[in-house]
């Protein structure tokens, strides 16, 4: 098994948390793994992507231009990597943040409503969790358990009270992204 994994959107979404914390998981499951952020100088507001590479065997390079999977949680994104999923690959995007759907064919398009399903429960900080339990419904790449673990790692202490709320988001995620 090996998946190539883009994770793309606005600097503040979760976007890198999301891919540490989805490289971690494949660590603690001894599985190689890559974790490649990129993000323009802004802090939150401005681009940002991350590349993860979760595989049984041994990794190559984390460079790619092709992707397996794309998570792309804004329009400029979606301009910029929905071309670049492999035929047969899968894009989840979150319809918050596109205006203009994903139009390819030759691909598996998902729609996920986390930053809205965020906001409806009130744990709009999860929004990044409610797009990775949406993932690891289609990918399951790693194991709850293993994201969890994660979680108590990447996190600092005083926010670990958070983590059955990461949790529950986790499942929101996978109740509710939808083929397109």
Same mark, same amino acid.
């Given at each position: 098994?090996?998946?190539?994994?883009?994770?793309?959107?606005? +600097?503040?979404?979760?976007?890198?948390?999301?891919?540490?914390?989805?490289?971690?998981?494949?660590?603690?499951?001894?599985?190689?793994?890559?974790?490649?952020?990129?993000?323009?100088?802004?802090?939150? +507001?401005?681009?940002?992507?991350?590349?993860?590479?979760?595989?049984?065997?041994?990794?190559?390079?984390?460079?790619?231009?092709?992707?397996?999977?794309?998570?792309?949680?804004?329009?400029?994104?979606?301009?910029?990597?929905?071309?670049?999923?492999?035929?047969?690959?899968?894009?989840?995007?979150?319809?918050?943040?596109?205006?203009?759907?994903?139009?390819?064919?030759?691909?598996?398009?998902?729609?996920?409503?986390? =930053?809205?399903?965020?906001?409806?429960?009130?744990?709009?900080?999860?929004?990044? =969790?409610?797009?990775?339990? +949406?993932?690891?419904?289609? $990918?399951?790449?790693?194991?709850?358990?293993?994201?969890?673990?994660?979680? $108590?790692?990447?996190?600092?202490?005083?926010?670990?009270?958070?983590?059955?709320?990461?949790?529950?988001?986790?499942?929101?995620?996978?109740?509710?992204?939808?083929?397109?």
């Amino acid at each position: 098994m090996k998946q190539e994994i883009i994770i793309a959107g606005f +600097g503040g979404q979760g976007v890198l948390s999301m891919g540490k914390i989805l490289a971690y998981s494949g660590l603690m499951e001894n599985k190689e793994v890559t974790w490649m952020p990129a993000y323009g100088p802004e802090q939150r +507001g401005g681009t940002a992507n991350v590349t993860v590479i979760v595989s049984d065997e041994r990794i190559s390079s984390p460079i790619l231009s092709q992707y397996d999977t794309a998570i792309i949680l804004n329009q400029p994104s979606l301009a910029k990597f929905e071309n670049k999923v492999k035929p047969g690959g899968i894009l989840i995007y979150d319809g918050y943040g596109i205006i203009e759907p994903p139009t390819r064919k030759d691909i598996q398009i998902y729609r996920i409503d986390a =930053m809205d399903a965020a906001n409806e429960r009130g744990i709009a900080k999860t929004f990044n =969790m409610i797009v990775l339990g +949406g993932l690891l419904k289609l $990918r399951p790449v790693v194991a709850i358990e293993s994201v969890l673990k994660a979680l $108590r790692k990447t996190l600092p202490e005083r926010h670990h009270h958070l983590i059955p709320v990461n949790e529950e988001a986790i499942h929101i995620g996978m109740e509710i992204i939808k083929p397109q």
